[in-house]
């Protein structure tokens, strides 16, 4: 099993393990890049709310114009990494949900994808459910009061 994991993984010897997993690390900022361009274009197209959003996220996690043209044209070549942070795994969550969002539906591919990354971020399926449950609701307005309040009030 030890041999296995030297030959499935080579490039994580090269660096160390808080580098792989840390916000600043470019692997896992393209990586990201990555699963929003997937989550965007699950539908078989990428709308233009969904490519401007993309666009701003380009930005955000500096991928550049090449690395950019190289994800839009690529399939699932880059994979979901898990966050060991709960706080950073609730922020990419958020990215991936902007991007569900950004053509005002929400079809049954990209819920499916969803609940695929969110269990790749690390959260446990059960956690998984209930949190896109609640985020749907929540990003598409379809919220009872409490909650609205709830979330006003925090």
Do not use: W
Not at 39 to 52: F, H, K, N, T, Y
Request: aromatic residues 10%; hydrophobic residues 40%.
């Amino acid at each position: 099993n030890l041999q296995k994991i030297y030959i499935c993984a080579p490039k994580i010897h090269s660096m160390s393990i808080k580098d792989l997993y840390s916000s600043n690390s470019s692997d896992n900022k393209l990586a990201h890049f990555g699963s929003l361009a997937s989550l965007a274009s699950v539908d078989g197209q990428i709308a233009e709310p969904e490519r401007s959003v993309l666009k701003q996220f380009a930005h955000k996690l500096q991928i550049t114009d090449e690395q950019f043209k190289e994800v839009m044209k690529s399939e699932n070549k880059y994979p979901i990494t898990h966050q060991v942070s709960y706080e950073k795994r609730l922020e990419r969550f958020y990215d991936l949900m902007k991007i569900i969002v950004a053509d005002d539906e929400v079809s049954d591919n990209e819920m499916v994808l969803l609940n695929r990354y969110a269990i790749g971020l690390g959260f446990p399926t059960y956690q998984a459910d209930k949190l896109i449950e609640k985020s749907v609701a929540i990003f598409t307005g379809k919220i009872d009061f409490e909650d609205f309040a709830y979330l006003v009030k925090r």
